[in-house]
């Protein structure tokens, strides 16, 4: 019963005291003007702490603190007028941040800050997922120009906003964009954009502006751009994306193909930022530019990571002022890299592309393009590369003639020579000087089969630049290819295979096959021929053997990448090979014939020419000199 009164007792206990705290704590509350007398000190305080904070702290303004809808007061603008002096003007004027311009080929956007275009969006192409072509776009491109004032301050103009105009030439549309010093005085540039037109005129001007520039100082245009990746192998794209300009008169050069490169270069034309089959391309229209300093740095370290981007490309030039002004008048490209489109601005803005060097650009200019360009025109661009192949082998035909008709002259001539060989088996340098004296007396030198093949290297070689560069070939699906300028997958790997990739191609297996069973033909006949290797030299047989399983291997990885509408010009051209191979050896070469003519050159005195003296003498001579140590030696 006693614990029951205790436990009640201890509850009222507790009752109370928390009773008497309710109470206490409500007679010491502040009253109603105690509390916001006690806010308003700490407000004091705080506003006290803070303008003390700045006192200590260095003014630093920047053009973004000052939207278009802010009213500047007097000592914001005297804060404003110490930074960035006379230009302080262009900081308060209102304006749109952006500025869009559309044309039968391009939708642009113009940014205020900096006055130069946003956006360059191609409309009438997409990449290989459909995605649009976006030459600039998400800030991988600045165009700006650093100048110093009479003020001794050195300033740029990607940080300062332009003035936007958009208005009407004839069919032109022309956007300006105005850095202003007051009204009557600022930098203008000036984009005049034509109808069906991938080339800007474009401007750089100033008026009103020679008593703020400092032109005892430079003032230095500065171009930077990262090439957006476009196609389906960023590898095979990034390989022929590169920096190209045209300099001292008509002379093209290229900055490194896939490493990092810098150079500085005088008197530059133009200047192209070559992103495979798209371009953005400098021009300089009055004069050229007297130096510039670029730089291509390579962003394509691993593929499976660097997805985005092939290029980094800079350039830096002066510009010159006139009476204290500027006035530059240059040329915006934005465009296809095709070359009948270059072409038509006649400022061989087509050397760009990387049709080969010395003869082998020739013959694409000249041959392979014009006739590409003719069968494409009423042809299915698959169709027209067979029939290109077709005119290309008829064409070369004559070659694998003069081939053929020297092995037969040399499987003719086989029993002779090897019993020279046996003859002389202990005399090398005899045996060869008399296998050279019957060669030459039938007319079957080796050399007369070499040196026909020589002559398919330029048109091997200038096919090889032509169809990876082939701007019409792209998006040009054939039979089972989507892109004739892309690799045609069949099957997609679920792990990359170094130097192979991430798929397996089709064009390049069956050229592979292709070339395996021509070389297969050709090396074993020649290998027949060939009698043992001469002492101290290798051993061609065994060599071309190789070759033969080499060849094709290579075929099979190298071209996994490469456009399918070269592999397809391989695999048809030698089908076409062996087929004329077959066709000359069963019905044009008649060995009975060829017998009845060696034995005729044979009965004739052979006169030799001057080199064939020489290399008789010079062997003879070797004779002399390898008895001579024979005899030393016993």
């Given at each position: ?19 008497i ?11 109603p003007e ?17 303008k ?31 930074k960035?002096?006379?230009l ?18 391009f ?5 205020r ?34 100048f ?6 050195t ?6 906003p ?21 009204e ?11 109808p ?19 032109t ?9 751009q ?25 002379r ?9 490169d ?37 962003l ?5 990571v ?24 240059l ?27 010395g ?44 081939q053929?008709?020297?092995q ?13 060989r ?5 005399n ?16 079957a030198s ?13 048109v ?14 792209r ?78 291997l ?22 076409i ?58």
């Amino acid at each position: 019963m006693e614990e029951k009164k205790l436990d009640i007792n201890s509850i009222i206990g507790f009752i109370l005291i928390f009773g008497i705290l309710v109470y206490m704590m409500y007679q010491n509350s502040p009253t109603p003007e105690e509390v916001e007398a006690q806010k308003q000190a700490e407000q004091e305080q705080v506003e006290a702490e803070k303008k003390e904070s700045k006192q200590n702290e260095a003014v630093v303004t920047k053009a973004q603190d000052y939207s278009t809808e802010q009213v500047l007061d007097s000592t914001q603008q005297v804060v404003l007028k110490n930074k960035v002096g006379a230009l302080s003007y262009a900081l308060t004027l209102p304006g749109k941040d952006i500025t869009t311009v559309q044309t039968d080929v391009f939708e642009l956007k113009f940014s205020r800050m900096g006055g130069h275009l946003a956006e360059v969006k191609l409309r009438n192409f997409v990449d290989y997922d459909s995605v649009p072509i976006y030459l600039v776009k998400d800030q991988n491109s600045a165009f700006n120009i650093t100048f110093g004032t009479s003020d001794n301050r050195t300033l740029n103009t990607q940080d300062f906003p332009f003035q936007p105009s958009v208005t009407k030439s004839g069919e032109n549309t022309v956007v300006s964009m105005k850095l202003k010093i007051s009204e009557t005085a600022f930098l203008e540039y000036r984009y005049e954009l034509k109808p069906n037109d991938y080339m800007i005129d474009f401007s750089i001007k100033s008026q009103g502006l020679s008593g703020i520039f400092n032109t005892s100082q430079p003032i230095t245009l500065d171009w930077k751009q990262k090439g957006m990746r476009h196609a389906k192998s960023i590898s095979y794209e990034n390989r022929y994306t590169r920096l190209t300009y045209m300099h001292d008169e008509n002379r093209v050069d290229k900055l490194s193909q896939m490493g990092d490169d810098d150079e500085i270069v005088e008197d530059v034309k133009w200047l192209s930022y070559r992103q495979h089959f798209f371009s953005s391309i400098l021009v300089a229209n009055d004069s050229p530019f007297k130096k510039v300093e670029m730089t291509s740095k390579n962003l394509v370290e691993d593929e499976e990571v660097d997805t985005l981007y092939t290029k980094m490309y800079t350039s830096k030039m002066p510009l010159a002022y006139s009476g204290g002004e500027i006035n530059k008048d240059l040329g915006l490209y934005y465009g296809p890299t095709d070359a009948k489109t270059l072409k038509a601005y006649d400022k061989s803005l087509e050397e760009s592309i990387p049709f080969g060097w010395g003869i082998f650009g020739w013959i694409n200019k000249a041959l392979f393009i014009p006739l590409f360009g003719f069968l494409s025109g009423f042809l299915p661009y698959g169709i027209a590369i067979i029939v290109m192949t077709i005119l290309v082998k008829i064409m070369l035909s004559f070659v694998q003639y003069k081939q053929f008709l020297s092995q037969a002259k040399m499987k003719i001539l086989k029993p002779e020579l090897d019993a020279i060989r046996e003859k002389h088996k202990n005399n090398k340098m005899k045996a060869q000087q008399e296998t050279m004296a019957l060669q030459s007396k039938a007319g079957a030198s080796p050399l007369s089969g070499c040196l026909p093949g020589l002559m398919q290297i330029p048109v091997f070689y200038a096919l090889f630049m032509f169809f990876p560069t082939a701007f019409d070939l792209r998006q040009k699906s054939f039979l089972w290819v989507d892109d004739l300028s892309s690799y045609d997958s069949i099957a997609d790997l679920p792990f990359n295979i170094p130097f192979y990739g991430d798929h397996v191609a089709l064009f390049p297996i069956l050229a592979a096959i292709a070339i395996f069973f021509y070389m297969k033909m050709t090396t074993g006949q020649q290998t027949a021929m060939q009698g043992p290797p001469q002492e101290g030299m290798p051993d061609m047989g065994k060599m071309m053997k190789y070759m033969i399983y080499f060849s094709p291997l290579l075929m099979l990885i190298f071209f996994n990448n490469y456009a399918s509408g070269l592999s397809l010009y391989y695999f048809i051209s030698n089908l076409i090979s062996i087929g004329i191979m077959l066709v000359i050896k069963n019905y044009i070469i008649d060995e009975e014939k060829v017998l009845a003519k060696i034995e005729v050159s044979k009965s004739k005195p052979k006169k030799q020419n001057k080199f064939q003296r020489k290399m008789a003498e010079m062997m003879e001579q070797a004779e002399q000199q390898k008895q001579a140590q024979q005899r030393r030696k016993k």
